[in-house]
C-alpha cells in the first residue's frame, strides 16, 4: 500500500469522526437546549406552584375568618396583662379618689327633689300585743325607707293671650309681645326641640318611638314633624358644631375613624358614614366631634383637618391619604389593628403570628405599668416607650432587640 492510499485512509478516518464530533456536538447542544427548556418549565412550575400555594394560604385564612364570624367567637381577647404591684402612694391616692366620687355621688344625691312621704299607724295595728293596751306615744323619729319613684315628664298646651289696647282717640292699637319661638309659626318650644335631640343622639330613641310615646300622652305630632325640629335644631347649632369642629383641627394628636349609618331613602335605605374626630393634647380633656357624610371618600377628612399639622391615628383607609401628605399630618399606626392582621394569620404561619402577638402584649403590659404608677404623660412614661417599647416595636419588626433585652 503507497504512502496515498494511507493519506486517503487517515484522511476518511479523519472525516468519519469529524462527523461523528459534530454528530455528537449537536447531540450535546440539543440535550443542553432540552435540559434548559425542562429547567425553565420546571421553574414556572415552582413558581406557579407558590402562587398557588400562597392563594391557598389566604384563600384557608378568609375561610376560617368567616368561619369565626358566622360559627365561633370573634373575639381577639388576648391574655389578661399582668397589673403592677402598686406603690402605697399610689393606693392612699386611689383611696382618695374613691373618697372623692363617694362625696359627688352623695351631693348629687342630696340635689334630687325630695318628697317626705308620711306613714302613719292604722287603727287596727294600735293594739300591743304584750298587753293589749290601746295608748301609744311617738318613739324616736320613726323608721326610714328610701325609694326612687319615676315621676313622669308633663308635656303642658300653652295658651298664650297677647294683650291688645286701644287708644281713647280710637286710633292706635297696642298688643302685647307674643312668646319667643324659635322659628316663625313654630307650634312646639325651645325644650320641646331641644328634648327631641337629647332623646335621638343621646338616648339613641329614633323619631318614630318618640312620635309613637308623644301621642300616648295626647300630643298629636308624627315622626315627620320631628324630623323637621331635628333639622332646625342642627341649623341653629351649626356655629356650635363648626366651632367643635375647628377646636378639633387645631389639636395636635386627633384621632379619626369612620362606620357605616343606615339612613333612610324613597322606599328603602342606604348606607351613610358617620366620621369621629377625636383632638387630645397633653393639658385639656379630650374633645369629640362628629360629621355625617353620605360618603366614605376622603373628602370628609380633607373638610376638618385640611392644612393642619400634627399626628392623626387611623387605621389603614386610603381615605385619610389627602391629610398625611407631606407638609401635612403625620399618619400613626394602631397596634389594636395590627394585631388583628397576624390574628388572623394565624392559620397560615402560626409561629410568627403568635410571636408577633406576644411583642404586642410587652408593649400594653409597659403601657399598663405605666397607668399603674401613674405617669401617663409624664417624661417617665416617654422614657418608657423609648427604651422598653421602642425594643418591642424592634423585635415586632423583625429587629434584633427584643423584650427581654429592655
Known amino acids: 500500500?503507497?504512502?496515498?492510499?494511507?493519506?486517503?485512509?487517515?484522511?476518511?478516518?479523519?472525516?468519519?469522526?469529524?462527523?461523528?464530533?459534530?454528530?455528537?456536538?449537536?447531540?450535546?447542544?440539543?440535550?443542553?437546549?432540552?435540559?434548559?427548556?425542562?429547567?425553565?418549565?420546571?421553574?414556572?412550575?415552582?413558581?406557579?406552584?407558590?402562587?398557588?400555594?400562597?392563594?391557598?394560604?389566604?384563600?384557608?385564612?378568609?375561610?376560617?375568618?368567616?368561619?369565626?364570624?358566622?360559627?365561633?367567637?370573634r373575639s381577639e381577647k388576648m391574655p389578661?396583662?399582668?397589673?403592677?404591684?402598686?406603690?402605697?402612694?399610689?393606693?392612699?391616692?386611689?383611696?382618695?379618689?374613691?373618697?372623692?366620687?363617694?362625696?359627688?355621688?352623695?351631693?348629687?344625691?342630696?340635689?334630687?327633689?325630695?318628697?317626705?312621704?308620711?306613714?302613719t299607724v292604722r287603727d287596727d295595728q294600735r293594739v300591743c300585743l304584750k298587753c293589749g293596751g290601746h295608748e301609744f306615744t311617738p318613739l324616736g323619729a320613726g323608721a326610714m325607707t328610701e325609694l326612687y319613684e319615676l315621676v313622669p315628664a308633663m308635656i303642658e298646651r300653652q295658651l298664650h293671650i297677647q294683650e291688645k289696647l286701644r287708644c281713647r282717640c280710637g286710633e292706635g292699637i297696642v298688643t302685647a309681645d307674643g312668646p319667643e319661638k324659635v322659628y316663625d309659626k313654630a307650634r312646639f318650644g325651645p325644650m320641646f326641640m331641644a328634648q327631641v335631640v337629647v332623646s335621638k343622639c343621646a338616648d339613641s330613641?329614633?323619631?318614630?318611638?318618640?312620635?309613637?310615646?308623644?301621642?300616648?300622652?295626647?300630643?298629636?305630632?308624627?315622626?315627620?314633624?320631628?324630623?323637621?325640629?331635628?333639622?332646625?335644631?342642627?341649623?341653629?347649632?351649626?356655629?356650635?358644631?363648626?366651632?367643635?369642629?375647628?377646636?378639633?383641627?387645631?389639636?395636635?394628636?386627633?384621632?379619626?375613624?369612620?362606620?357605616?349609618?343606615?339612613?333612610?331613602?324613597?322606599?328603602?335605605?342606604?348606607?351613610?358614614?358617620?366620621?369621629?374626630?377625636?383632638?387630645r393634647d397633653e393639658a385639656e380633656k379630650e374633645i369629640i366631634a362628629y360629621v355625617f357624610s353620605r360618603s366614605r371618600s376622603g373628602a370628609t377628612p380633607v373638610r376638618v383637618l385640611a392644612d393642619t399639622i400634627g399626628k392623626l391615628l387611623v387605621d389603614g383607609y386610603s381615605g385619610y391619604n389627602k391629610v398625611t401628605l407631606p407638609g401635612g399630618r403625620e399618619r400613626a399606626g394602631c397596634l389594636a389593628h395590627l394585631r388583628r392582621k397576624f390574628f388572623d394569620a394565624q392559620s397560615a404561619a402560626p409561629d410568627a403570628a403568635k410571636r408577633a402577638m406576644d411583642f404586642i402584649l410587652e408593649v400594653y403590659r409597659i403601657e399598663r405599668t405605666a397607668l399603674d404608677a401613674d405617669l401617663l404623660g409624664t417624661p417617665e412614661h416617654l422614657a418608657m416607650r423609648q427604651t422598653r417599647s421602642r425594643a418591642c416595636v424592634f423585635g415586632l419588626a423583625g429587629g434584633p432587640s427584643s423584650p427581654e433585652r429592655a
Open 205 to 279: 330613641l329614633p323619631l318614630h318611638r318618640q312620635a309613637k310615646a308623644y301621642r300616648r300622652v295626647g300630643v298629636q305630632v308624627n315622626d315627620s314633624t320631628l324630623g323637621d325640629l331635628f333639622h332646625r335644631t342642627a341649623e341653629l347649632t351649626k356655629p356650635l358644631s363648626e366651632r367643635l369642629l375647628h377646636l378639633v383641627a387645631e389639636k395636635e394628636i386627633v384621632l379619626a375613624d369612620e362606620t357605616t349609618h343606615r339612613v333612610q331613602e324613597k322606599g328603602k335605605t342606604r348606607t351613610a358614614w358617620l366620621w369621629s374626630f377625636i383632638g
Open 1 to 73: 500500500m503507497g504512502s496515498d492510499d494511507h493519506r486517503c485512509e487517515w484522511r476518511d478516518r479523519a472525516e468519519g469522526l469529524g462527523a461523528r464530533l459534530d454528530a455528537a456536538t449537536t447531540s450535546l447542544e440539543t440535550a443542553q437546549q432540552t435540559i434548559s427548556e425542562q429547567a425553565q418549565i420546571i421553574q414556572q412550575q415552582g413558581d406557579s406552584l407558590s402562587r398557588l400555594s400562597e392563594q391557598f394560604a389566604s384563600v384557608q385564612a378568609t375561610i376560617e375568618k368567616l368561619q369565626r364570624h358566622v360559627f365561633g367567637k
Open 80 to 119: 389578661p396583662v399582668a397589673v403592677a404591684i402598686r406603690d402605697p402612694a399610689r393606693a392612699e391616692a386611689d383611696r382618695l379618689t374613691a373618697l372623692q366620687t363617694r362625696r359627688e355621688n352623695a351631693e348629687k344625691k342630696r340635689q334630687l327633689v325630695t318628697r317626705k312621704i308620711e306613714h
